[in-house]
């Protein structure tokens, strides 16, 4: 027998995996069933609450259920009755019986056998020891047809043995004693297991005349190795068989539940699928409705992005920490600044100390109002220029009210306003022309009268009379001007322009003042390509006139007025300028030097530039007062060329 | 929660099956002696071949008892130190050609083959003259504790019937501590 099918086994690693997967496979299964249940309550609650889309869903898991269930149970019952047949048959009682009569036929064998080795032993023995106990061994071994015959004295000592030549030598091994001592006690045998084959051994004790025995018999009948086999292998099948048969109805039992287990794997993983797939449908439609949502946020914010672009008012948005969000196209332009290195950036890192004076009592003051916008026309200072602007500040909020940032709008006022002063300076001009002339006339005609009547009749005091009657009359003249200049000034004639060349009408106006002005040094710059222009001649002569008058004035008879033009072909633009070498004009003075009646000259009427840039102006030009190099004051004319 | 605890609760019991016939095996006739060297102990497992077992053997399967003693030192009503453990197995194995049953005892080293069933499942139940301990590793006038446990070992099945452990071990036995006290 082997032994080591007799040794105690540990544990088995196989069984431990079949345990582990199954209880992984039950584990998963359980799992599988918590989440389809717990999905099938929530799609009962949706559709009680009346979720939109919970019907759809319903029927799309119903759907998926009962196409997976039918052919799943369809599939689980034949696999199961094929499966039971299967095993019902194996475990037929034909086939237990053809199995059980095999093993009988091998059974008898050795039985036959065992009780043949043991007859024949017994019938040897009964004769005793004979004389001749060589030749009776070989007799009786040949007479009974066995593989060897052995007489042993009772000491355990052989003395005579025949073994039959069908047996290949050496395969018969000699009893050991312990067995010749145990067979004294009574016949037995043995079925012993050979190196090829096996050998039935009976064994018997030899009595002697007292009855006392003398010695032992043993009888061999050899079997061979491939008898053995043959019947090892209908033993092996009827053993297999039994435990098979044993082992019935968990073998069942498990197929059973491998295939519950598959379908209900199937079953509950469609249904899953099914919830799976509602939700990717879910999940698509609220994907779509983002970007439904998105686009039109796009175009929501294009469309503000084009509004803010188009405003006339420079519009700079900043979020709550201060940053600024949004700068449009007019701020840009107001502010003369570049978006790209502002935005996101904070506006206490960019803005001046002054500024940010400015814009912290603005904020201080909004603060203060307890209101959400606050507006205010405000002087602001931008690069030598000073705007007069309407600043509307309002702060963003959401619907809880919490502080989002705030919205600043500028509406540059500097035009309008200058426009307002010049209307206003041309109505008081007017009136004070309408009210000062008419009785001008017969101021100077009664002097003149008074001057004629009674000059020489006064005797001592007419040298006095004479003087005052010519004061007045001297006055009344200027009066006349200056009353003429505010006609001029109010009645600005509208322009007359025809072809002109610019560079002869400069040439002209220095020429008034060349004779006049011998300390002073008139440099000329005249470029010839400027092309004809469409002027006014007079207007503009009279521009330059002013112009010049205002820049030998600032040299004080002892300095140097420069006149240039110069054409800009790519711009398509005349450019005449002004230049002095003078005390130049102050910085808060430069804003205010096209409004009326205000001069930094002295005995000047403050008229002069202003109907320089109204002439300028009517001639869609561009006026600029700047500071000269080294000193001085420059004034640039530009007018286009068409 | 409730549901976690069903399940874990529902795992466990597949995974780890109760001994069907653990409450009828139970160690019986327990004497303690000695000889001139050790200590000696007779014991038997009565209710062990339930006839599932029985039927196991018969068809060729073979299966082994493992018997489980420990002898502990006593004060008092307490256990003290472990004195000596063993484990010792029985096992047998039915060869349906020539009819008969081998049974092999760990503790004696020896093969006994027989054809009678009973004398078979008689030498598998019983250990007999068992010796425990060196009678000089114990003290006169002490007292200890002898605890013995029988179990079947797991049946080692042919293929493919061994991948039906899981089914298989629900025909395992498990006797209880048996614990006999004496004083040397």
């Not at chain 1, 059974?107 to 009780?115: K, M």
């Not at chain 1, 079953?267 to 879910?282: K, L, V, Y």
Request: hydrophobic share 40%.
């Amino acid at each position: 027998m082997n032994s080591d099918a007799l040794n105690p086994k540990s544990e088995g690693s196989s069984s431990t995996l079949l345990i582990s997967f199954l209880n992984l496979n039950i584990l998963f299964l359980l799992i599988l069933m918590v989440l389809v249940m717990r999905n099938v309550t929530k799609l009962v609650l949706e559709r009680k609450r009346g979720v939109l889309g919970a019907r759809l869903k319903t029927k799309l898991v119903t759907a998926f259920v009962a196409f997976s269930f039918v052919p799943t149970v369809i599939l689980f019952i034949l696999a199961w009755g094929s499966v039971s047949s299967t095993m019902n048959k194996w475990f037929s009682l034909q086939i237990e019986k053809s199995l059980e009569e095999s093993l009988n036929v091998a059974q008898i064998y050795y039985q036959t056998s065992s009780e043949e080795v043991l007859h024949f032993a017994r019938t040897v023995a009964s004769g005793g020891i004979p004389g001749n106990i060589r030749n009776a061994a070989r007799q009786k071994q040949r007479e009974y047809k066995v593989s060897a015959l052995w007489y042993f004295s009772r000491s355990g000592k052989e003395l005579a043995a025949s073994i039959s030549n069908d047996i290949p030598a050496g395969i018969l091994t000699r009893p050991d004693k312990d067995a010749i001592k145990k067979a004294l006690k009574g016949e037995y045998y043995t079925v012993d297991t050979l190196k090829k084959g096996e050998v039935v051994r009976g064994l018997s004790p030899v009595r002697g005349r007292d009855s006392n025995i003398i010695g032992v018999v043993v009888v061999d009948h050899y079997i061979p190795k491939r008898l053995v086999k043959r019947m090892r292998e209908i033993s092996n099948s009827f053993e297999e068989f039994k435990q098979h048969q044993l082992f019935k109805t968990p073998i069942k039992l498990s197929y059973f539940l491998l295939f519950a287990m598959v379908a209900l794997l199937i079953i509950f993983s469609a249904t899953w699928f099914s919830f799976f797939n509602s939700m990717t449908a879910d999940l698509k439609a609220g994907k779509a409705g983002l970007e439904e949502a998105n686009r039109d946020l796009e175009s929501r914010r294009q469309y503000i992005e084009i509004i803010l672009g188009s405003v006339a008012a420079g519009v700079v948005s900043l979020d709550k920490t201060g940053k600024i969000t949004t700068v449009n196209h007019s701020a840009e332009q107001l502010l003369e600044i570049d978006t790209s290195r502002f935005i996101g950036r904070n506006y206490r890192e960019i803005l001046s100390q002054e500024q940010l004076y400015l814009m912290k009592g603005l904020i201080r003051e909004l603060n203060a109002s307890h209101e959400d916008t606050l507006q205010k026309e405000i002087q602001l200072k931008l690069k030598g220029k000073t705007l007069t602007v309407m600043v509307s500040i309002t702060t963003l909020k959401d619907d809880k009210g919490n502080y989002l940032g705030m919205v600043i709008v500028f509406d540059d006022l500097t035009q309008l306003i200058k426009a307002q002063r010049m209307a206003a300076w041309r109505e008081v001009a007017r009136r004070i022309a309408h009210e000062i002339k008419n009785p001008l006339t017969p101021i100077q005609l009664s002097a003149e009268r008074l001057q004629k009547r009674f000059g020489d009749k006064i005797g001592d005091g007419s040298e006095v009379f004479q003087e005052c009657t010519r004061t007045i009359v001297k006055q009344v003249e200027e009066l006349k001007v200056l009353v003429n200049e505010f006609s001029n000034f109010a009645r600005m004639p509208a322009a007359n322009p025809s072809p002109n060349d610019i560079n002869e009408i400069a040439r002209e106006a220095i020429f008034l003042f060349k004779e006049a002005h011998k300390g002073v040094t008139f440099q000329t710059e005249l470029d010839n390509r400027i092309p004809g222009l469409n002027l006014d001649r007079d207007q503009i002569k009279r521009a330059l006139i002013n112009l010049i008058d205002n820049a030998v004035a600032a040299v004080r008879e002892n300095g140097e007025v420069r006149i240039k033009t110069f054409y800009d072909d790519d711009l398509r633009l005349a450019r005449i300028e002004v230049a002095d070498n003078g005390s130049g004009i102050l910085l808060e003075d430069k804003g205010r030097l096209f409004e009326p009646y205000f001069s930094t000259k002295k005995g000047g009427t403050g008229l002069g530039l202003v109907i320089v840039n109204t002439i300028v102006s009517d001639h869609n030009g561009y006026i600029r007062v700047l500071d000269n190099e080294p000193k001085g004051t420059r004034i640039v004319i530009e007018l286009p060329v068409k | 929660m409730q549901r976690l605890t069903a399940i874990i609760l529902l795992v466990s019991l597949i995974s780890s099956p109760t001994p069907a016939f653990s409450e009828q095996a139970r160690i019986k006739n327990t004497l303690i002696t000695n000889d001139k060297k050790d200590l000696t102990i007779y014991f038997y497992v009565d209710g062990s071949f339930i006839p599932k077992i029985e039927e196991a053997i018969q068809s060729g399967i073979p299966t082994t008892f493992i018997f489980r003693i420990q002898l502990y030192n006593k004060t008092g009503d307490t256990l003290g130190p472990q004195i000596k453990s063993r484990k010792i197995s029985h096992t047998i194995k039915y060869d349906a050609l020539r009819k008969d049953y081998t049974i092999i005892a760990s503790e004696k080293k020896e093969t006994v083959v027989t054809q009678d069933f009973k004398k078979a499942k008689e030498l598998m139940a019983r250990v007999d003259a068992f010796p425990l301990v060196h009678l000089d590793n114990l003290q006169k006038d002490t007292q200890y504790s002898l605890q013995i446990k029988a179990e079947l070992d797991t049946i080692k099945l042919p293929p493919p019937l061994n991948y039906l452990f899981f089914f298989a071990s629900y025909w395992d036995f498990e006797t209880e501590w048996e614990t006999v006290e004496f004083t040397y």
